[in-house]
Nanobody, 116 residues
Framework: QVQLAESGGGSAQAGGSLRLSCVAS????????MGWYRQVSGKQRELVAD???????SYADSVKGRFTISRDNAKNTVYLQMNSLKPEDTAVYYC??????????WGQGTQVTVSS
């Protein structure tokens, strides 16, 4: 079993910053891709950013230039640095990890709220 524990969510002013962290624990010998998704009420969950085991990164167009994803393989941790936040970034953010033999796991979600 694998568990993903998220932290760092909360409230921020427009133009401010937040840093999300996600730690994977359990029976893990390899983490392939880790990433972050977000979901707004009434909409489908969407990819924000992800990063492969080799360090290749991808971002949603809406966050390019503002968000940065990184990982610490020794700690089984992925981070999302969110700068220049906008009210439209308000959502529940979910950590995602593809581990071992292509098994996928999700965190419980953490609320991010950005005020005008």
């Amino acid at each position: 079993q694998v568990q993903l524990a998220e932290s760092g969510g909360g409230s921020a002013q427009a133009g401010g910053s937040l840093r999300l962290s996600c730690v994977a624990s359990g029976i893990i010998f390899r983490i392939n891709t880790m990433g972050w998704y977000r979901q707004v009420s009434g909409k489908q969950r969407e990819l924000v950013a992800d990063i492969s085991s080799s360090g290749t990164r991808s971002y949603a167009d809406s966050v390019k230039g503002r968000f940065t994803i990184s990982r610490d393989n020794a700690k089984n941790t992925v981070y999302l640095q969110m700068n220049s936040l906008k009210p439209e970034d308000t959502a529940v953010y979910y950590c995602y990890a593809n581990v071992n033999y292509a098994r996928s796991y999700w965190g419980q979600g953490t609320q991010v709220t950005v005020s005008s």
